[in-house]
Each structure stands twice: as structure tokens, then as C-alpha cells.
């Protein structure tokens, strides 16, 4: 037993020194694109957390490109990156599923004239869906994640923006929803209802517009779309438009920033004569602290939902702590604290737990997750675990 683990041992280390030493075989399509000054990930992300510092929340914001880019003569493999992620999957101490997460395209950049495109599709999707009956359902789905018509008009400094297509409000996106250091979202993101029936939830892209006002790094977003409030690319039954608005500043280099965000929505519940509208809210407060080895997150989240058709109403509020260190470029550590609540009329009824893990970056464009969670209701606890590759070119 000593002998075997020892063998593993050196063939891990030996893969790893191999991974540390290989350079990437191809580059994304933005590094492609940026060649003076030289552009790589670090130069808008973090090293293992993948979190947008100021250049890259910018980059974002601005529509994805930089003011002053030039319309040349350039390639598909100036435009086009593509990703995928492997994982393996467990929980209760036992290996669920080997996953082909996801294989995804990704694809933006200026098309002229103050106008400029982003897009994620999922060429390939697990659902999760891993019961192991003959029926697979839609388990290896394709979906369309994001789509961006985005028009942008003034300097870097002040501008004005519009977009219109398949959008996600940004500073959610800066805060866990897109580019994040765990490999699966916080569950304050994912499984926050208070309403059951109603289907919203923070990460769920939706279809609509935005308009911004950008102005020495401080951001205004009003939004106006269908409130699908689903996982599927479906418009919803209801003829309600939902509304946010939102704003924020970024204080430095690092990306360290500070906003809140009101989402106002209308859900219809039910079918026939049972079925009723619950119109609801949200309240977003986010904070992110960055410095050069280290990142810390924490969100708030309160809402009231409608949750029967005599007008009943409900209170739910949660928030969770984040922490990221990396004393190496290429890896470090995290946790997380996180509490939901969907009653808080109800005593007992909440859900709370502790997520921690490590991510390792041996090559330039593509990491290596490790995570372990424990989450839930008292007494009902359930814990997960996940391994991440995850890579681009």
C-alpha cells in the first residue's frame, strides 16, 4: 500500500510539472485579436478565480471591445473561442457521474460604427439529468445562453449604451452569475424561490433590452424584458414585462465594486382556475474586494412574492460570504457561507451551508476545480462534490 501510494504520488506530481510546463496550443479569440499591447487572460482576469478586473469589466461593458479599435482584415479565429467542461459529480460520500459538461461557443467583438455583438451557445449541455433509465431526455441539449446586439456611443470615460437580445443585467454577471472562481454557482443564485410556482431565478437570462449610462467607472442600467425566469429558451405565457434597474462603481484596478439592483416581476402560476399572477420583487445589494492575491464577495438578496390568488404574501431573504486566496498564480483556495430563507415569517424553514475548494491553472487558458458542499435545511443536509477541467483554445 505504501509502494502504490507512493507510485501515485510521482506520476501525479509528474503530470502536474507536465501541465506547468506545456505552453497553450492556441489562444482565445480576444488574446488572438489584442496583439500590441500583448492581451492574455491575466490581462482581464484573475489568475485560478477567473474574475473581470477593471480592464475587463470595461472590455465588458463597453460591448466587447476597446474604444478606439480598428475595423481590419481579421479571421474567424479573431472572433470565434471555443470551451468545454468536464466533471465529475458526486455526493453522500459516493461518484455520481462522469460529465461532458458542456462544449460552448463564444463569440464578440465590434461590427462598426458603434454597434457590437456578444454570443454563448452550448453546442452540447448536460442537464444533470443522470438517473440512468433508458430515457435520457434532453441530456446532452444544445442551448443558447447569451445573445447581444449592443449598440455604444462616447469615449471609454462616458458613454451611453443599448442592448437588446438574450441578456443577463451585468453587475449580476460580475458577481458570480458569468466568469466565477467555484464551479458551480451559489446557490443564492439557483434555488432562492419564495413562491415555488414561480420559476425566476437571479442567474436566468432573459430575453429584453437595457439601456446604460457609464460615467468615470460609476454604471446605470434600466432593463425591460419577458421575465421568462427559466432554465429554456422559451418566452414566457403571460404578457407582463418585468423591469431592473440598477447601479454601481468600481474603485480600482482590481475590479473591486460596489452596487445594488431592483428586479420588479409579474409570474403566472398555476393553470385554469387555479391559476393566478404573482407579482414579485427583488432587492440585490453586492460587494466584491479585490487585491492582488486575494478576492472577497458578499451579496444580499430580499424579495416578496405573491403566493396564492387571495394575494397572500411572502418575505424571503438570504446572502452569502465568499473568499478567494491565491499565493501562486496558478492556484489557491476558497469558501463560502451562504443562507436562504423563502418565510421569514416561519421560523426553521431556512437553508444554509459552507462550500470550500481549490483551483489550480497549470496553462494559460483552462483550470482545474475542487469543491465540496455541504447545504440545506437542518437535518437534511446534502453533501455534493465537484471536479472540474475546464479549458478553452
Given amino acids: 500500500m505504501k509502494r502504490l501510494t507512493l507510485v ?17 496550443q492556441a489562444i482565445p479569440a480576444w488574446s488572438r485579436r489584442y496583439k500590441e499591447p500583448k492581451t492574455d487572460c491575466l490581462s482581464c482576469h484573475t489568475w485560478g478565480s477567473w474574475k473581470l478586473n477593471k480592464r475587463g469589466q470595461d472590455f465588458m461593458r463597453y460591448g466587447h471591445h476597446f474604444e478606439g479599435d480598428k475595423e481590419e482584415d481579421l479571421g474567424l479565429s479573431e472572433y470565434f473561442s471555443l470551451a468545454s467542461k468536464i466533471r465529475f459529480i458526486g455526493g453522500n460520500q459516493k461518484l455520481e457521474s462522469f460529465q461532458q459538461n458542456a462544449i460552448s461557443i463564444y463569440s464578440g467583438g465590434s461590427l462598426g460604427k458603434g454597434f457590437s455583438y456578444f454570443v454563448e451557445a452550448y453546442l452540447h449541455d448536460n442537464t444533470g439529468k443522470n438517473t440512468g433509465a433508458s430515457d435520457f431526455g434532453d441530456y446532452g441539449r444544445t442551448k443558447l445562453a447569451e445573445s447581444v446586439l449592443q449598440y455604444t456611443a462616447g469615449r471609454e470615460e462616458r458613454y451611453f449604451t443599448a442592448r437588446v437580445g438574450q441578456i443577463l443585467p451585468q453587475l449580476l454577471h460580475i458577481n458570480g452569475m458569468g466568469a466565477r472562481t ?19 431565478q437571479p442567474f436566468s ?37 418585468d423591469v431592473y434597474v440598477s447601479l454601481d462603481h468600481t ?31 427583488r432587492w ?36 452569502y460570504l465568499e473568499g478567494y486566496y ?45 469543491e ?10 446534502e453533501t455534493t462534490y465537484t471536479i472540474e477541467a475546464n479549458f478553452m483554445w
Fill in 8 to 24: 501515485v504520488a510521482c506520476l501525479a506530481l509528474t503530470l502536474l510539472e507536465a501541465l506547468l510546463a506545456t505552453p497553450a
Fill in 182 to 200: 467555484s464551479a458551480v454557482r451559489a446557490n443564492l443564485w439557483t434555488r432562492s424561490s419564495i413562491n415555488p410556482g414561480n420559476a425566476y
Fill in 205 to 241: 437570462r432573459q430575453y429584453g433590452l437595457d439601456v446604460a449610462y457609464h460615467a468615470f467607472a460609476t454604471n446605470a442600467v434600466v432593463g425591460l424584458v419577458n421575465g421568462t425566469g427559466s432554465l429554456l429558451n422559451v418566452d414566457d405565457n403571460n404578457q407582463h414585462k
Fill in 251 to 281: 474603485f480600482d484596478k482590481w475590479g473591486s465594486n460596489l452596487g445594488v439592483l431592483y428586479y420588479d416581476g409579474d409570474f403566472p402560476v398555476g393553470e385554469g382556475t387555479s391559476a393566478y399572477s404573482d407579482h414579485f420583487h
Fill in 284 to 319: 440585490y445589494a453586492l460587494g466584491d474586494f479585490s487585491r492582488a492575491h486575494f478576492n472577497a464577495k458578499a451579496a444580499f438578496v430580499t424579495g416578496r412574492d405573491e403566493i396564492d390568488a387571495a394575494g397572500h404574501e411572502a418575505k424571503g431573504d438570504g446572502f
Fill in 326 to 370: 491565491y499565493p501562486v498564480k496558478w492556484g489557491g483556495l476558497f469558501t463560502r457561507y451562504e443562507r436562504w430563507d423563502p418565510n421569514s415569517a416561519v421560523g426553521g424553514d431556512h437553508s444554509d451551508g459552507v462550500t470550500g475548494g481549490f483551483t489550480v491553472t497549470p496553462f494559460v487558458y483552462g483550470r482545474f476545480v475542487g
Fill in 372 to 381: 465540496i458542499s455541504k447545504y440545506g435545511r437542518s437535518g437534511a443536509k
